[in-house]
C-alpha cells in the first residue's frame, strides 16, 4: 500500500472515527515497521468494536511484531473466543507454539488456519514444514513437545511468519527492498523474512526459499571439493535480475534481487547491510523464544536475559 493510499484511509478514519477502515489502516502501517502508530490505532477501533476478531488479530500482529509475544497470544487467544474459525489467530498462535517448540500444537492451530483459508500465503509450506519436523526421528513427541521449556531454547526451529509481509517489516524495515526483493531463509528453506513478487506481482517468496534449500550443502560440498575454503557469497548476472546470496549465520540465507542494471559490487553492500540488520533481528528472536518458553513454564516471568 502507498503513502498516499495510507493517507487516504487516514482521513476516511479521522471523518468517521466508527468506521472499520482502521483495520486496513493499521495493517498498512504495520507493514511499513510504524508499529507505535499501528497499535495505537488498534487499540482505538478496540475500544468501539471489543468484539471484533479482526480487530483483536490485528493488535496481535503488532504487538508480534513489537516481541511482546504473550500479549500477542492472549489477543489472539481472545480473537479465537469470538470466532473459532478465525484464520490468522490461528496461524498467529500456531507460529508462538512453533517459537516454544511445541510442535503436536503448532500443528493443530496451522491446519486450523488452513482449512480456514487455504489461500492464505505461507499456511501450507508451514504445514509442511511442521509435519516433516514431527515425522523426523529426532522429533519430540507429543508429550515432550507438551513441556517446551525442558528442550534447549536453541533447539528451538525458527519460526515461519505470520503472514505475507510480517517479517519484512520487522527484518528489513528500513531498507530498499524491504518487502520485495530481499529474502531471508532457514536452513530448512522456510521463509522467515522478507518478500519476492513474481513480474505479474504475485507472491513468490516462499517458492523461491524453498528451492533455496539445499543451497546450503551444495555451496558448502561445492566449496569443500575445489578447495575454496568456506563460502561467503555467491553473486549472478542474468539477463532479468542480478542476484546475490549470502549466509548472515551458519543457519541462515540471504537472497538480494536487484534490477540488473545495479552493479554486483553495490548488491554486495547492500547484502551486508541486510546482513546485519538480520542478525540483529535473529537476535531479538532467540531472545524472544526464551522469553515465550519462560512464560509457558510460569506466566509473569518471561523477561529475556531474567534467571
Not at 468506521?19 to 495493517?27: D, I, M, N, T
Not at 533447539?155 to 530481499?182: K, N, R, S, W, Y
Not at 504475485?202 to 517458492?207: L, N
Not at 546485519?276 to 523477561?303: F, K, M, Q, T
Request: net charge negative; charged share 20%.
Amino acid at each position: 500500500m502507498s503513502i498516499e493510499d495510507i493517507r487516504v484511509l487516514t482521513a476516511q478514519l479521522a471523518a468517521d472515527p466508527s468506521s472499520l477502515v482502521f483495520l486496513p489502516l493499521g495493517e498498512a502501517l504495520r507493514r511499513r515497521g510504524q508499529l507505535e502508530v499501528a497499535e495505537k490505532i488498534a487499540i482505538a477501533g478496540l475500544t468501539r468494536y471489543p468484539e471484533l476478531a479482526d480487530a483483536h488479530d490485528l493488535l496481535a500482529r503488532v504487538l508480534g511484531d513489537q516481541g511482546d509475544l504473550e500479549r500477542a497470544f492472549d489477543e489472539w487467544d481472545i480473537a479465537l473466543r469470538l470466532d473459532a474459525r478465525h484464520a490468522g489467530a490461528h496461524k498467529g498462535i500456531g507460529f508462538l507454539y512453533y517459537v516454544a517448540g511445541d510442535l503436536p500444537q503448532a500443528l493443530v492451530h496451522l491446519e486450523s488456519a488452513f482449512a480456514a483459508d487455504p489461500a492464505a500465503e505461507g499456511v501450507a509450506a508451514a504445514v509442511a514444514r511442521v509435519r516433516e519436523a514431527l515425522a523426523a526421528p529426532s522429533s519430540p513427541t507429543a508429550q515432550d513437545a507438551a513441556t517446551p521449556a525442558a528442550h534447549a531454547t536453541e533447539e528451538i526451529p525458527a519460526p515461519p511468519p505470520t503472514g505475507p509481509a510480517d517479517a519484512g517489516a520487522a527484518v528489513f524495515a528500513g531498507l530498499e527492498g524491504a518487502q520485495d526483493g530481499l529474502l531471508l531463509l532457514d536452513g530448512n528453506g522456510l521463509r522467515i523474512g522478507g518478500g519476492l513478487s513474481a513480474p505479474d506481482g504475485s507472491a513468490v517468496g516462499d517458492a523461491v526459499a524453498a528451492h533455496l534449500a539445499g543451497v546450503f550443502r551444495d555451496a558448502s560440498r561445492a566449496a569443500r571439493l575445489l578447495e575454496l575454503g568456506a563460502w561467503t557469497s555467491v553473486a549472478a548476472e542474468t539477463s532479468d535480475a542480478n542476484l546475490f546470496l549470502c549466509a548472515p549465520t551458519p543457519d541462515s540465507l540471504l537472497l538480494l534481487v536487484r534490477d540488473n542494471s545495479v552493479p554486483i559490487g553495490r548488491l554486495a553492500l547492500q547484502a551486508e547491510r541486510a546482513s546485519e540488520a538480520a542478525r540483529r533481528w535473529l537476535d531479538g528472536v532467540a531472545c524472544r523464544r526464551i522469553s515465550w518458553v519462560r512464560w509457558r513454564r510460569s506466566p509473569g516471568s518471561a523477561a529475556c536475559g531474567a534467571p
